[in-house]
């Protein structure tokens, strides 16, 4: 009965097209009001919401997301972004379909600088589809290709998603971040693989090879945001600092190289970028903070225990069990954009996981891996969005385009169902 | 004259703590005296919120109990920074005398004027030092060591004090922060080391038994007035009989997970009283500087029932 | 009246970006100063978690101002007008009662954070717990506004969905091509 009154008064809130933020707090109210009407709760008390809204934004590991933000304003302003095409059109241009391997290279690299998809998307496709386009490729197919890698950027480190993840279900952040390296990785490998074999049927022209010493130019001038994943996990591994900690050191240290060193960063743009950065991270935090209100009350109204109770069944069979809540996220993924989707079932699914002995770590890996494919899933895909805005192409167009390239990685998730050891046997090798 | 209610009792730590064994028999005395009518529904691990959250519910009127440490109170009953203060109890004995006698009586009106009704001081216990540079027996042997405190001014004070760099961490970061060597070591009772597995990142245990923290298990003040004095008694006696067995699971769990802390090959090594002493006296700064913002009352409280405890 | 508006949003901003830059400088500086010199800034942890809640607060008033805030439109989106108006009427009131009663749970609670102070620094909580007023208030004022603009018939069209999908839509010149390409990618 208290899961009824929580999935309809959220989604009914939701569907009416209120922030999602005031949904979940309508939420919390719908259940404050059943449980207070039912004796579960001393009284209708609206002391409840304001202090747990407050205490929800209270959280140090959190501060990651600012960070990461505006590390993400100083590398696109700061050229680090254009470095890394730059360098991944220098090494694999001139193969046939050379830039779709840029493409997937440059994602990787940029997914280890970066904690979000969107803002690695947007400078891909801003910097590679124009080149793409002039080079004869058809523009759905660049649009999909750069659409499925841009969503890498969540599961390989660092990751804002992951950390939100870390904090709503208390799971390590660190374990997270190097358990998040193979999948992602793979991810790149499957869309790699799928345009190859696109590129060979299509017979897509090369760009031309690019010379030696040429090359080496480019990579030295790479090389300090090449150095960014290296000094984030680096230090983290190390004990230089947190993965709290890593973020502001990603901020400084993309702001020191942006500024000093490729001299792109302007004085009178740092204003609106941190401006930028701060207003998203309001966006998320609200989110996170009115999350705090109705998590408090689903953990009260045990409604945990009654999903616990409904999924018994499956509860021994930890592969199928990993197959339905993927099944679950991926449906869930087309409609909600990620950040809501892991607020809202992080606190009703972990408890599963923690009692079905499923691994809190691998589950974190593919609960955020689902909900990057979800990023390119319509009707709700923000990324795809984005990509076909930049490349000037409808939704529809775009998710054809991108179609192959997103059942490459749905593959790749399942595979991971199947075989957990894929994500926790290098983990464990990680972790001494 | 006892109605339906069902009791939120929000815990920080897990249900394997001793404090599960006394949440146990609380709800068994209930079960029994009650007739099933009065239930206490407990949420551990902080899956409720954490301990000053949930106090600060309390005082608002939106949650029934919680059972947190002394320490994370002192910002709202500024008395309870005595149980902070270094080397304060020699032994368990002492600390049971003391808090089940007036001076206990005197904290728990000050909480009830912060809106909050202590039914019992059940125990958290003796603190010790882990870390991974060296076995610290004596007082030079803290020196610069990185060591994580809670966020509170007089555990900070004592480890700067003493030699160390305080580092003020969330617990959730501590594990990772010892396993990466972002810091060198945490300061926790034997249990609490054992559960969180920091055996499996610190290598020198040292049992410096350097504080004394209490758990309070508290009712909200708005929500008692509403009870009646049946159902207030029955609560009472129940939280007694609690304290019983909790304290008895508290020091035989901690003798346990002392000797499997040994036994998974954490290097123990035990203070002599003489180090102690010195300890004691490089401190003393400590209880200068924060003894005023405690309160003189406070502290006297607890030193005058310590000395008839200690028989002078 | 839109000048005073517009000035005390550019207020908020300046604080945004102030109690970021803040946070930027204690946590940065706490790593430096733990690694190099062994010592550390006791009251950062504390105080850049507070710059957060205020960014928090004070950012998502601006959001709202710019109607930035997460939600889904696809149901609303093809809805008829008067059905859209209808939702949107509902939403707003909804809004309204969460922003009175956030304003009426800070007050009620607000003796128990005056007599709460920080574990490190001293402060009392009530300048961190009070933003609840400032931010109900204003938010509150949003809906009034909005409901209005609805009920005496000047909203327009793009007024009827407050929401965008995603919070990370690029702003700027991220998606202007030219200015990314300003030294051109070497092909
Ligand atoms: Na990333
Ligand atoms: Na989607």
Not at chain 2, 81 to 99: H, I, M, Q, T, Y
Not at chain 2, 242 to 263: D, F, P, T, W
Request: glycine share 8%; proline share 5%.
């Amino acid at each position: 009965m208290t899961v009824s009154v929580f999935v309809f008064s959220l989604l009914g809130a939701m569907a009416i097209g209120m922030p999602i933020a005031y949904a979940l707090l309508v939420c919390g109210l719908a259940l404050m009001w059943f449980m207070a009407a039912t004796g579960a709760l001393p009284a209708f008390d609206s002391q409840i919401l304001a202090q747990r809204f407050v205490d929800g934004a209270d959280n140090f590991p959190l501060l990651a997301v600012p960070f990461f933000l505006l590390a993400g304003e100083f590398m696109n302003a700061g050229g680090l972004s254009r470095r890394i095409v730059n360098l991944a059109t220098a090494w694999v241009g001139h193969f046939r379909g050379g830039l779709g391997y840029v493409a997937v290279m440059a994602a990787i690299i940029m997914a280890s600088l970066s904690g979000s998809a969107v803002a690695d998307t947007a400078a891909l496709a801003a910097l590679l589809i124009p080149m793409m386009k002039r080079a004869g490729y058809e523009v759905n197919r660049s649009a999909g290709l750069i659409s499925a890698g841009g969503i890498i950027a969540p599961v390989i480190p660092p990751s804002i998603g992951m950390i939100v993840f870390g904090v709503a279900g208390n799971v390590s952040i660190t374990k997270l971040f190097l358990a998040g390296i193979v999948p992602g990785i793979l991810m790149g490998l499957a869309i790699g693989v799928t345009w190859w074999w696109i590129a060979k049927r299509d017979d897509i022209r090369p760009a031309p090879r690019v010379a030696m010493k040429q090359r080496l130019k480019i990579t030295v001038e790479g090389f300090w945001a090449l150095a960014l994943p290296v000094v984030i996990l680096g230090g983290m591994k190390m004990g230089v600092f947190t993965p709290t900690e890593a973020a502001v050191v990603a901020a400084v240290y993309s702001f020191v190289v942006g500024m000093f060193i490729y001299r792109e960063l302007k004085v009178r743009e740092l204003y609106g970028l941190i401006l930028a950065a701060g207003k998203t991270t309001a966006v998320v935090m609200f989110l996170v903070a009115a999350a705090m209100v109705s998590a408090w009350l689903i953990t009260v109204a045990n409604i945990p225990g009654e999903v616990v109770k409904l999924l018994e069944p499956f509860l021994d069979n930890k592969t199928l069990l990993m197959f339905i809540m993927m099944v679950l996220v991926v449906v869930i993924g087309t409609a909600l954009d990620f950040t809501p989707t892991v607020l809202i079932l992080t606190p009703v699914l972990m408890p599963v996981v923690l009692k079905a002995g499923i691994d809190p770590v691998y589950f974190g890996v593919m609960f955020i891996m689902n909900n990057a494919i979800g990023l390119i899933t319509p009707p709700v895909g923000t990324v795809l969005n984005v990509v076909s805005g930049v490349a000037r192409i409808s939704l529809d167009d775009a998710f054809k385009g991108v179609m192959p390239f997103f059942l490459a990685q749905l593959a790749v998730l399942f595979l991971l169902v199947l075989f957990p050891d894929i994500v926790l046997v290098p983990l464990k090798f990680l972790m001494q | 004259q006892f109605a339906d209610r069902t009791i939120k009792f929000t815990n920080g730590v897990n249900e394997d703590h001793p404090v599960g064994v006394g949440v146990k028999k609380m709800q068994e005395i209930l079960a029994a005296k009650t007739g099933g009518k009065m239930k206490i529904n407990a949420f551990w691990g902080g899956s409720a919120g954490n301990d000053l959250q949930a106090t600060q519910a309390l005082r608002a009127g939106t949650q029934e109990m919680v059972c947190t440490s002394s320490s994370p109170l002192v910002g709202i009953v500024k008395e309870l920074g005595v149980f902070d203060l270094p080397f304060l109890f020699a032994n368990e004995k002492e600390a049971d005398a003391v808090l089940d006698g007036p001076a206990g009586v005197y904290f728990n009106k000050k909480l009830e004027e912060a809106g909050l009704v202590n039914l019992a001081y059940w125990e958290n216990g003796f603190r010790n030092l882990t870390n991974s540079k060296r076995p610290v027996a004596k007082v030079e042997d803290f020196e610069g060591v990185k060591v994580r405190v809670m966020q509170n001014n007089i555990f900070l004070d004592t480890f700067k004090t003493l030699g160390t760099n305080a580092v003020p961490m969330a617990f959730p970061e501590v594990f990772t922060a010892l396993e990466t060597k972002t810091i060198d070591g945490q300061e926790n009772p034997f249990v609490t080391i054992e559960t969180s597995k920091f055996n499996e990142v610190q290598k020198y245990l040292s049992v410096t038994r350097h504080a004394y923290t209490p758990f309070l298990v508290l009712y909200s003040k708005k929500l008692w007035d509403q009870l009646s004095p049946q159902e207030q008694s029955v609560l009472r006696e129940a939280a007694i009989e609690g304290q019983k067995v909790q304290r008895i699971a508290n020091r035989q769990l901690n003798e346990k997970s002392l000797a499997s802390l040994k036994a998974k090959g954490m290097v123990v090594n035990d203070v002599t009283p003489a180090e102690q002493a010195r300890m004691f006296a490089k401190v003393q700064p400590v209880y200068a500087k924060n003894v005023p913002t405690i309160g003189a009352d406070a502290v006297n409280q607890v030193l005058d029932a310590l000395k008839k405890a200690r028989g002078k | 009246m839109k000048k005073p508006v517009d000035l005390f949003f550019k207020l908020l901003e300046l604080l945004v970006v102030v109690s970021l830059v803040a946070m930027v400088i204690m946590v940065f500086g706490n790593v430096v100063l733990r690694y190099a010199f062994n010592s550390g800034i006791l009251v950062s942890e504390e105080m850049s978690r507070y710059c957060f809640i205020w960014l928090t607060y004070i950012g998502a008033m601006i959001a709202m101002r710019e109607r930035g805030h997460l939600g889904v439109d696809t149901l609303v989106k093809h809805l008829p007008r008067l059905g859209k108006k209808v939702c949107l009427f509902i939403s707003e009131a909804l809004m309204l009662l969460c922003n009175v009663l956030f304003f009426v749970g800070t007050w009620k609670m607000h003796e128990l954070q005056v007599t709460n102070v920080s574990p490190v620094v001293g402060i009392s909580m009530i300048w961190i717990y009070g933003i609840g007023y400032v931010v109900a208030a204003v938010m509150a004022l949003f809906n009034l506004h909005v409901l209005w603009r609805l009920v005496s018939g000047r909203i327009t069209e793009d007024e009827l969905v407050q929401v965008v999908e995603s919070e990370d839509m690029p702003h700027g010149d991220l998606t202007d091509t030219e200015a990314l390409l300003k030294d051109g990618v070497r092909p």
